[in-house]
């Protein structure tokens, strides 16, 4: 049993989980719900808001936990890589597929950062499963949003470079 | 204007930030 290739194969599991997820907040979820709050002669976004979004964050921010340390895990144990190595973006070592898989590393973890920090606390209070005001609803509101965003775009390069690490950047 | 405003200028932007982020790889890298 190569507990390596099962780590592995974990990592891409909820990493998928993850930033399937993701995109269905920012290109499904997000816009139907101003659709729905501006139809004023349809059901309106509260159904979104109590039954479905609660559960995919449930999904998102576990997921994105164990895709970091799933991770952290492979390059810590992972025979071509080294944890400090990654992180150190592989300076002075001239080894491409180190300082690429490091720079995957550290827009993951800004991700990972953003989804606890900034996403998750503050969709708490957008969904009202802690007590805030109206205003701090709306700064809430602004706040996650834009970490969302963030991390569909960092997601972007996160991607070509998980992959370019094993198999070659496009240039 | 904030491009992560709407999601092309996300994406745009996301792929912009990957081709500079790659030749700042090759750079570290000596590739």
């Known amino acids: 049993m190569d507990i390596l290739i099962l780590d592995r194969w974990l990592h891409f599991l909820s990493g998928i989980v993850w930033i399937g997820l993701l995109y269905y907040f920012n290109f499904v979820q997000a816009p139907a719900m101003t659709a729905a709050a501006a139809d004023k002669e349809g059901p309106g976004p509260a159904a979104i808001s109590k039954y479905i979004a609660p559960l995919a964050l449930l999904w998102f921010r576990w997921a994105a936990l164990v895709t970091w340390l799933t991770g952290a895990y492979y390059l810590h144990a992972a025979g071509a890589y080294s944890l400090g190595g990654a992180f150190a973006l592989g300076i002075g070592q001239n080894n491409v597929a180190l300082t690429t898989i490091g720079m995957g590393a550290w827009l993951g973890t800004i991700m990972l950062f953003n989804v606890w920090v900034l996403i998750w606390p503050n969709q708490k209070k957008v969904l009202g499963i802690v007590a805030a005001s109206d205003e701090e609803k709306a700064k809430a509101k602004r706040i996650a949003f834009l970490a969302s965003r963030t991390n569909t775009l960092l997601s972007i390069p996160l991607l070509l470079f998980m992959g370019a690490a094993a198999h070659g950047l496009p240039f | ?31």
């Open chain 2, 1 to 31: 204007m904030n491009p992560l405003d709407s999601i092309t200028g996300t994406i745009i932007a996301g792929v912009v930030l990957a081709f500079i982020l790659a030749y700042v790889i090759k750079l570290i890298a000596g590739a």
